[in-house]
């Protein structure tokens, strides 16, 4: 059985999502999930958003990476090594910063 390159560190026991990123892929599951795998060579690209919340000035960032046909989500506050899982993913992969703009200008 393949052992995975990175495992994504929780923050909380109560956050049920597990990512695994292999030489090949990243693979998430979680309990109201099902299995979803990208592989690291659909990748297109990636955006990192700084969030903060305007009544407890809490602040995170969310890494997105993109494909041809869907999108996964890594936020700071549940991973420990949010880090680490941020470089393997964006690896040679180009930073979308005009997407990153568009982001941040429609979403607060």
């Known amino acids: ?11 909380s026991k109560l956050y049920f999502n597990k990512i695994d990123i292999y030489e090949d892929r990243m693979e998430a599951k979680g309990i109201f999930m099902p299995r ?11 955006t990192e958003i700084n ?12 890494f997105t990476v993109y494909t041809d046909k869907t999108q996964y989500m890594i936020n700071s506050l549940h991973w420990h090594n949010y880090n680490a899982m941020k470089a393997e993913l964006s690896a040679d992969k180009p930073r979308d910063t005009a997407k990153e703009q568009k982001i941040a200008n ?3």
């Open 1 to 11: 059985m393949e052992s995975p390159k990175l495992q994504g560190q929780k923050r």
């Open 36 to 46: 979803k795998i990208i592989l690291r060579k659909d990748i297109l690209r990636w």
């Open 51 to 62: 969030r903060k919340h305007s009544n407890t000035g809490l602040s995170w960032l969310e």
């Open 106 to 108: 429609s979403f607060w």
